[in-house]
């Protein structure tokens, strides 16, 4: 099973140089610094419109989105965990902290944004990071799955006529849906991006496809003046340099109070968000670990965020899915997008605003069409139903609410069906020896899961006088599974009969207290340790 959803991993994306990540000397190579600085341009490019969008959704200035993507892309590329990784302004923190700034203003969010990298910073610290392992690949498959269905939505809005500014350049009403005219011209950009992006590798690589894409179209609409939303009809993006600025909210238990539980959601969404996008870069790309590392550097990025007024952000499968299309391997291409951002806002408004939406637009679906997973259609028949299920499900609630929300669902489907599985495997064998004794040899993990399917393997009213369970193809694995022990030998003890609890670990010996006098040690007991808590045993284990 394993190895079907791997095959759909390496399936759906059709990307050209998926190279592991360059030698030292090839980092330094002319031939592969033009790469990542070309490819840090294009994700600069990208980052833009899906900046100021963010920024909107949480009804906040657009520079307060581009001041987090240009300072969060800088963090992160020098401190990440994994080369190659995007991060910034993104839409799953945006829509967490839409209440608290409508509510208390955006000064608590910049609060909350600080507080937020605390805790991501104590994660990474903490090693926590590694837990990430714990997500199973068919929850992996459907949150790409997924995110392509989110990317692919948010691109809608760009198919809008442009509504008004809000006052104070906070967000923009809805606008109506192009048709006609507008609406077929906006079409055949988006097609002229992608066939650009599509076919450009087969007549060169010198440049990377999604920047061709991006400049061709860009050229067209600006040489025949096109009129098609543009950049600069989102909301202008000039600005200085992200100033330093402590928020300015009273320094009181009370303001800890309305700010910890953002912050609390946004760290655990971003990590969520970060780590698994880390996971899908390293499939990619052939590297490992960096799990506990990533966190660090989301924290400080968030951190440093806060104080220099930006919303917070994590990373962004999107614009990663970009650089890594683009050939970037190394921190020079997340460095470089987010100088150009900087240089953007600072130096080159002007001209960025007028790049047309329909190349973005052509980028971005693209880029869908190399992360969903299309042979998960075909596995969803391979693998066994609760895979498939958990995958749909994983994509379903993505879509529907948020990502942090699907993954814990289907890391809670597939730990449940885990346990059911295992709980399923337990089985006895029994023989007789040549005194009379009959011997059950246990066979399968004995956990909570398990414990009633043990408990009825016995019957302690027609078994002879003595009995002896042998554990040497079992393993006891939590407090419950001692319960059920103890709950055996106290039928057997009613009944008047003696029985005996072979090959148990050590900690077994230490914990079973009712039935303790009846084990027998052997010098091939195995040893292991037991998920208890050694300092309740007295009272739980005891029974009384």
Known sequence: MRKAILAAFAGRITLPDLRLAPTTSDALSPDRLRIEILSGLTVALALVPEAVAFAFVANVNPLVGLYAAFIIGLVTAVLGGRPGMISGATGAIAVVIVSLVATHGVEYLFAAVVLMGLIQVVVGVMRWGKFIRLVPHPVMLGFVNGLAIVIFLAQMSQFKVPGTTVAGGHGASGGEWLSGG????????????????????????????PLAGILITAVIVIAFGLDVPRVGDMAGIEGSLPPFHIPMVPMTWETFQIILPYAIIMAAVGLIESLLTLNLVGEMTGQKGGASQECVAQGTANIITGFFGGMGGCAMIGQSM??????GRTRIAGIVAALFLLIFILFAAPLIEQIPLAALV??????????????SFKILTRVPLTDAVVIILVTVVTVMTDLATAVVAGVIVSALAYAWNNARRIYATTNETPEGAKVYKINGPLFFGSTDGFIELFKPETDPGLVIIDFEGSRVVDQSALQAIEAVAAKYEAEGKTIQLRHLSRDCHRLLKKAGHLMVDSSDDPDYELAVDYHVRTGILGGH
């Open 182 to 209: 507008p609406l077929m011209l906006m079409l055949g950009l988006v097609a002229l991006t992608m066939a650009v992006i599509h076919f450009i590798p087969r007549v060169t690589k010198l440049i990377p496809a």
């Open 322 to 327: 970009i650089n890594v299309k683009s050939g």
């Open 362 to 375: 052509g980028v971005m679906f693209m880029v869908v069409i190399g992360t969903f997973a299309w042979n």
